[in-house]
């Protein structure tokens, strides 16, 4: 029997005891830094010669040089050529989806011209260069290249630099088919805090990058935390979750399996289930005994819900929405009767998963929305990975000679007024006499 933590809005310690259910705190001990540390400075000092003593030492993966470990295009274009067709199909027809929805996102250039002359707008740019992180060997997920790379290239980027280790000389072909299929650049099999440091500082055979995406472990997280000002990163990501909110009108075998489907990424995964139907708690609770042993990663999930796992009962629909918005989810799944009125109330959440037959499985794949999303509670001030991550935007400013006048006597003021004289004298140039 799996055990769930049950928890009831009425309970006068609700929301404590909820809290405490979804404290997470993805610490690096001393070791890890002090080893991430150590690696960073080691290839930011000695490049190349750096990178292959740790893909040694850690991915067993002796090479004499970097040219050893780049992979050239035409391998990428010789896995997706290879690999069982229909795989082939399937992420062509993801990648396009994916594509169709970032096309959307595209940020664009604007600029409006005053009365005066004067122009003012914004500019809008693709990074240079950005550096994709890709977990290696056998739990490698294709998905994951194509969620990251597409926006990129959508955005112009013009460069892609993919890394992914392949520990004792394993690769996945899958994710090279993906890197082929996304529009990736370059490929590295080069991985952990090594990969990292080569992507954010460069090395003989390494570019340099503007910005690294991507998930990887702890030592990964680490050090993408650890180089951010150097360049840019997406976020340190949490352990996956999910929350379904539903009216008991849903077949409680769909939604046991809905909790699974994130519980079985990882012991620390969480998934919730908040119903105002106290009787269907109870369906979902012996489908998720029963259908829990005929699951191929069933210790994993029985552990997640275990120890992260919750079943929330709450008195309404609308004391719903407030625990929603409260816990601000990865991923909410909205299975009720009416999913987009009740969206409409949504203010925090990574992706919102709307009506019955919308099982959050779809988004991770192929539905289009991006599937690298906010954690630990971040949705209430973050929002998913899209193509504006990988665009900038400047300030366009262009003064006629009357704005110059008229602005200048306003800056003027201001500047004297913070003491900083010569910011003054530099706005009262352009300011014409006047008789």
């Known amino acids: 029997m799996a055990e769930v933590t049950r928890l009831d809005s009425s309970q006068p310690d609700f929301l404590q005891r909820l809290d405490a259910l979804l404290a997470w705190e993805s610490v690096s001990d001393s070791t890890v830094l002090n080893t991430v540390m150590e690696i960073l400075e ?38 997706l050529e290879e690999i069982d067709p229909e795989l082939r199909e399937a992420l062509e027809v993801a990648a396009e989806r994916i594509r169709r929805y970032a096309e959307h996102q595209r940020l664009e250039s ?50 892609l630099i993919m890394v992914v280790p392949t520990p004792e ?30 992507l954010a500082h460069g090395t003989e055979s390494v570019p340099q990058v503007d910005k690294i995406v991507g998930p990887g472990n702890i030592f990964v997280a680490t050090a993408k935390r650890m180089v951010f000002g150097t360049v840019g990163i997406d976020m340190i990501a949490g352990p996956s979750e999910i929350l379904v909110v539903c ?38 609770a012996a489908s998720i005994d029963r259908l829990l042993p005929e699951q191929p990663r069933a210790e994993i999930i029985r552990t997640s819900l275990k120890n992260r796992g919750i079943l929330i009962q709450v008195r309404d629909e609308d004391e719903a ?12 799944e909205l299975s009720v009767e009416n999913a987009e009125a009740m969206a409409r109330r949504i203010r925090h959440a990574g992706a919102i998963f709307m009506g019955r037959y919308t099982a959050e499985a779809l988004g ?68 014409r006499d006047e008789d």
């Open 42 to 79: 080691a290839v930011r000092s000695r490049g190349d010669a750096a990178v292959l003593e740790y893909t040694a030492r850690f991915d067993r993966l002796e090479a004499g040089s970097m040219e050893e470990l780049e992979l050239p295009r035409q391998r990428l274009q010789q896995a």
């Open 110 to 159: 604007w600029s409006y011209t005053e009365e005066d002359g004067t122009v003012l707008g914004q500019q809008v740019t693709p990074l240079d260069r950005v550096g994709l992180y890709v977990p290696g060997g056998k739990a490698a997920y294709p998905s994951s290249v194509l969620m990251n790379a597409i926006p990129a290239k959508v955005a112009g980027v013009p460069e």
């Open 169 to 198: 000389g394993e690769v996945n072909e899958l994710v090279l088919a993906a890197a082929a299929v996304a529009g990736v650049d370059r490929v590295f099999t080069i991985g952990g805090a090594q990969a990292v440091a080569a």
């Open 247 to 284: 009216d008991g009108q849903t077949d409680p075998d769909w939604i046991a399996v809905d909790l699974f489907s994130q519980a079985e990424h990882d012991e620390d995964a969480q998934p919730i289930l908040v119903s105002w139907d106290a009787a269907f708690i109870g369906r979902v």
């Open 321 to 332: 929405v407030e625990v929603a918005n409260h816990i601000a989810p990865e991923h909410l």
């Open 364 to 431: 991770d794949y192929c539905a289009g929305p991006n599937h690298v999303l906010p954690t630990s509670r971040t949705a209430r001030f973050s929002s998913p990975l899209g193509v504006y991550d990988f665009q900038k935007r400047s300030s366009l400013i262009g003064c006629s000679a009357e704005g110059a006048h008229v602005l200048g006597k306003v800056a003027s003021r201001l500047a004297r007024g913070e003491g900083l004289i010569a910011h003054a004298m530099s706005a009262e140039y352009r300011v």
